[in-house]
């Protein structure tokens, strides 16, 4: 029995890796192109082995060379469908994961499920979630790129690139004095309700609003808050940055955090005011774990997480302005070469 040869090994590697029709034309070909440099090598002076060695180590991996004979691509992707890919992924991760990240706990609090199992399935249900939304639409790009022939989906034009603009020069000031309104209305709400409120004790006292326990530490808590928004927004000038909006961020966490926490623990609201109006499904939807509580407290940090995206977002936005300003007094001063324009044109 003849022991097979380093060549007859590599032709039979690579005959199994193309459809039955094209082994023998494949096995050929490969034959004869790994005879012509196995002879050119022994012709330089090699010895046989090692002539055979070099010129199997040249042509590579067989399955790749393979794949190349075939024009077989060897990636899920091509680099025309790629940055669409990347697009599409990015958007869809900023807005159904963000959703579901809500969503999904507010239901698991309203089953009134324990606080342990709502993190570990919301863990859980998250980690599936990113797992799919890859998988997905990785498969359906896979199967267009392989449909197309690696064409794009759409031709580009010099219609799509962006558009390169100067950056404002005070963009900030609008964002500065909504908010400073915003801080003062709000300290205005904390210090000033107590005066707007209806009902009296058998003492003549009004009646509070909220619960005197927790109301003790939370009105200071807040006002103390609104004194480092008021310095922050004084202190933001010319444009947003990425470390203002990630102030904005910690000050909007930190705004949020106890009074979705009162809400939903039934810390919040007094409840002989709540008695004193006459509503009497109060008890079970306002309580710990109660339908409306848990929705106000998702609705505050929901609303509060409106800030830092928008603060994100403007900053993302300045930081492309001033990077297309550069661009574009990088190229003001560059010396037009066409014909009829002179050497010193601008």
């Avoid at 034309?25 to 022994?42: P, Q």
């Avoid at 009105?219 to 928004?229: D, H, K, N, P």
């Avoid at 904005?248 to 966490?253: G, N, R």
Wanted: charged share 20%; net charge negative.
């Amino acid at each position: 029995m003849t022991t097979p040869t380093l060549t007859d090994r590599y032709l039979h590697a690579a005959a199994r890796g193309a459809p039955e029709s094209q082994r023998d034309s494949l096995r050929r070909e490969l034959a004869e192109r790994i005879g012509d440099d196995v002879d050119a090598r022994i012709d330089a002076g090699a010895n046989p082995a090692d002539a055979e060695r070099l010129a199997l180590v040249e042509l590579g991996d067989p399955d790749v060379l393979v794949a190349t004979y075939l024009d077989r691509p060897q990636y899920l992707i091509g680099p025309r469908l790629f940055p669409v890919w990347k697009r599409i992924l990015r958007v869809l991760a900023l807005t159904v994961i963000p959703v579901v990240a809500l969503a999904f706990p507010f239901a698991q609090v309203l089953a009134q499920k324990p606080i342990g199992e709502i993190i570990g399935s919301t863990v859980v249900v998250l980690i599936a979630l990113c797992v799919h939304l890859v998988f997905w639409v990785t498969l359906v790009f896979a199967v267009l790129d392989r449909a197309l022939g690696g064409k794009p989906i759409m031709e580009w034009t010099p219609d799509s690139l962006p558009v390169v603009t100067e950056p404002p020069g005070d963009d900030t000031r609008g964002d500065v004095v909504l908010n400073l309104a915003f801080v003062a209305l709000f300290a205005l709400g904390i210090l000033g309700h107590p005066v707007l409120l209806p009902f009296r004790d058998a003492e003549g006292e009004k009646t509070p609003l909220f619960q005197p326990d927790t109301w003790a530490w939370l009105q200071w808590y807040l006002i103390a808050l609104l004194v480092l928004e008021l310095g922050f927004w004084i202190r933001l000038r010319g444009r947003w940055s990425y470390g203002f909006a990630a102030g904005s961020a910690v000050l909007s966490l930190a705004f949020a955090i106890p009074l979705a926490w009162a809400l939903a623990d039934d810390r919040l609201f007094n409840h002989e005011f709540l008695a004193r109006t006459g509503w009497d499904e109060w008890p079970e939807i306002l309580s710990a774990g109660g339908g409306l509580a848990v929705t106000l407290a998702f609705l505050v940090v929901a609303v509060s997480a409106v800030w830092p995206i928008d603060g994100f977002l403007k900053a993302r936005r300045a930081a492309a302005s001033r990077a297309g300003a550069s661009v574009h007094q990088g190229t003001a001063g560059q010396v037009d070469h066409r014909p009829g324009h002179g050497a010193g044109t601008v």
